[in-house]
Each structure stands twice: as structure tokens, then as C-alpha cells.
DNA sequence: CCACACTTACTTACTGGTTAGTAAGTCCCA
DNA sequence: TGGGACTTACTAACCAGTAAGTAAGTGTGG
């Protein structure tokens, strides 16, 4: 967890090792990206830092340590353009889930290792799938939750279940749309294809429309 | 294409190379299915069945050729439920995809599969990527003129290229709850998913209430 | 009806390539 | 002068694909 040495060292130059380290997860990023984890290799991720992958494994240990990190490099990521810092609720969420979409159109190479990873990460004994499963039943939690704090405020009461089931199909929904986008970006339009698919759940489940402004 | 020899020989035994290739196909889908595709190795695929991986490329040729046919093999397997052969259209086809659904909950296999080879397929260069895109092309066509045939039934106007949105929302909502089913069957009911999200995009496109009958 | 020609379904053995990981040594900066 | 950041050199494993051989059919001509 806390890596330390966040540019609050008082001496000027001392970049070398957080910053390689994060210049590695860069690289390994695009590579597990572009190939997936599994024909993604060390060597491919140390030629695009310029060392050997001998160099990658002094700072990460191993492959699986490596992917582990890389994994929590792009949750750093994904929540850096939050100045809040903590995830909203309610209808913001919904809207800050569009914000993503859209932000992502622009960062194909992290939307492919996700999209990747995550597909990957099915087979068996996959070193990504605990970190997926426990990514997939935060989120869910997250969103349901979201929904009920919506339903609340319209006076709607839904049944058993109800928002969970909303949750899933809105993540999944997402999930989906990345494939299709990555595979055919002409086909889809990732922000618009969100925002109708969350709006047109969020309407079902509600029994009224829901909209969500097109920032 | 044309394999000739289809149970129509006199004779009674000579199932040997159909036969075989088919039983290596099924191995094949299970090794793909359970490690992907880079990681599923021949040899995998030939232990499964009994022989050599040179046995293996005897029948197939390389390790490529046999990923298509085991593509194509699951095009056979999906649709030979279907005694009608055709794919339905109109309200048809939407209670078709949740009662594929349904059956996949008992096909583990070949769900995990075919999420497996989507995840990969959008890897640099990846053999099964066309399959991907033709599929996924395919299919939002389908999709698509199903929605305008429901709406043409209930003299409902979409705007332009809402159809095909919808048909992107269904779609990606169908691959989505896989990968969450796949990953905790607990936290999601495959066919009741599908239904709810289904139902809950074509009533928002339709602007009236779609229901899907629980078969 | 059977022997010879040919095909099919493999196996064994190998090649050339790639992989993650290790160990030991070198260079450079503080 | 000492320690971190590497490199070089290596290993052991595994991979797809090839080549050559074998054993068991199958078809056919006499």
C-alpha cells in the first residue's frame, strides 16, 4: 500500500525508483493490453523501458507481482480525475459513469487491458480473477446502492433484489460496450452507447424516466 | 465444406474421421475454454482425447485452423436447438436469446469459452478477432431489425439508428452478465438477467412496457 | 478370395523458438 | 565505500510445427 516518497522529499532529485517502477506499469499496461497477460511477456514490457527483463524483475519480483500491481495502477488511475476522491452517489454516480465512458473513448490502451484482463481472468487459475471478482461486487454494491438512493428520492419502492439486478445489467451493459467499441470503434459510440443503456435500465427499474445529461 | 459422408453409407462402420475430429473439437472447446487460447496448448487438447498433439495436426493442420472449426463448431451447437433452423425475428428472437440464456447456465463450457476467445480477441493480431467482429456485426443486424419489426407492430417511430443502439445495448448486456456469471454464478441468474435487461432496453427504446414471457 | 497397392491414423523424435526466473557480476552515484 | 540499478549469461520448461516411420485398414485386379 503506501509506497512512500510522494514528491514531499525535501531533495531534489531522486526520481529513479517510484518513477521507473511506475514507468514499468506504464509499459506493462500496453503490453498486457495489446497481447494480454499471458503472451503479454517480461521482455516485451523491459524493451519499451529500455532495459533487459531481468531489470523488470529486480523491481517486481515476478510476473504475477507485476500484474497485481499493474491492476491497482489503473484504479489509481481511474479515480485521479475524481478531486472529490470518493466515488458519489445517487444520480452523480450514474453521471460519473457516462464521465468515464467518455474519458475512456480517449484511453483505448487501458480500456483493451481491462477488456482483456478481464476475459482472461475466467480461465481457470488466472492470477487476475480474485482482483475481477472483488472489482465486479464492489461495483455492484456501489451501484445498487446508487439506485436505491435514486428510487428513494422518486418514492418508489423496489423490489427484493430489484437494484442488484440493475447493478448487474448496468455493469454488464458497460463491460460489453467495450468489447464491441474496441472491435469495431465505427460501430459504437462508447459515451452515447452508455448513457442510453444506463438511462434506458434506470427507466425500467424506476417506472419513470431517468435522464442523464449529456455533459 | 462439403465432408461427404454423412450416415448415408450402407456400410455400417466408418465413423473414425468425422468422428474423431468432432471429439477433438469438443476437447478442444474445453481447453480453450478452460486456459484460452495461447495458453491452451495442443498437447492439452490431444491428452484429452488420447493421442499425440501431432495426432492433433494431423486432423487439423495448425493450431489456428482448429481454433476456427472449434468457432464454427459453436455456431453448429447454438443454433441446433432451434428445429426451425432459422434464426426467428420480431419478439421471437428476443425470447430465443433469454432461452439461450438459460441453457447456457447449463453449458458452462461453452460460455466460458466464448467469453475467453471475446476477451482475447481483442489482442493484437488475434485469430479469432474477424470471427469476433463478423459476429458481433451479425448479430447487431439481427438485433436490429427485430427491434423495428416490435416497433413497426406497435406503430412506434424510432429515430434514426435507435434500433441499432438498442441491438449494441442488448448485446453487450448478454456478453456482460457472462463474464459476471462466469466469474460468481452465486451473484447472478443468467437467464432471469438477460430477461430484466432485455426487457428493460426495448421497453425504454419502445416508450411502452415489453414483457418477455418466463418460459 | 486373396494378395498387392494404397490410404488413414496415428507415434516418436526432433527443431527452432520463446518463456519466466536465477545468479553473479558491473557500474555509478551519494 | 557501499548499495541500489541494472546487465550478461544461463537454465529448465514448454511450445507449434515437421519429418519419417508404423500399423491397421480399404479397395481392387486377377
Redesign the interface.
Known amino acids: 500500500m503506501s509506497e512512500a516518497t510522494e514528491q514531499a522529499a525535501p531533495k531534489a532529485k531522486r526520481p529513479t525508483r517510484a518513477h521507473r517502477r511506475e514507468e514499468i506499469l506504464a509499459a506493462a499496461t500496453r503490453v498486457f493490453g495489446?497481447?494480454?497477460y499471458?503472451?503479454g511477456s517480461l521482455v516485451d514490457v523491459a524493451a519499451q523501458v529500455g532495459i533487459t527483463h531481468a531489470g523488470v524483475l529486480h523491481h517486481f519480483g515476478s510476473k504475477d507481482k507485476l500484474l497485481w500491481e499493474v491492476l491497482e495502477y489503473r484504479d489509481r488511475v481511474d479515480v485521479q480525475h475524481l478531486e472529490g476522491k470518493h466515488i458519489p452517489g445517487g444520480m452523480d454516480l450514474f453521471r460519473h459513469l457516462v464521465t468515464t465512458a467518455q474519458l475512456n473513448a480517449d484511453r483505448r490502451g487501458i480500456v483493451?487491458a481491462y477488456?482483456?484482463l478481464?476475459?482472461?481472468?475466467?480461465?481457470?487459475g488466472h492470477p487476475a480473477?480474485s482482483w475481477?471478482?472483488h472489482r465486479?461486487?464492489v461495483l455492484?454494491g456501489e451501484i445498487a446502492e446508487a439506485v436505491r438512493e435514486v428510487a428513494r428520492e422518486r418514492d418508489v419502492t423496489l423490489p427484493d433484489g430489484e437494484a442488484e439486478?440493475?447493478a448487474?445489467?448496468v455493469?454488464?451493459?458497460?463491460?460489453?460496450?467495450q468489447?464491441?467499441w474496441?472491435?469495431?470503434p465505427e460501430?459504437?459510440d462508447l459515451a452515447?452507447?452508455t448513457r442510453?443503456?444506463i438511462?434506458?435500465?434506470l427507466?425500467?427499474?424506476l417506472g419513470s424516466t431517468v435522464r442523464i445529461a449529456s455533459t
Open positions: 495489446s497481447k494480454g499471458h503472451q483493451q477488456a482483456v478481464t476475459g482472461e481472468s475466467v480461465t481457470d480473477s475481477v471478482g465486479f461486487s455492484r439486478r440493475a448487474n445489467a455493469i454488464a451493459v458497460m463491460d460489453g460496450l468489447l464491441q474496441l472491435l469495431d460501430a459504437v452515447e452507447a442510453f443503456a438511462e434506458s435500465i427507466t425500467a427499474t
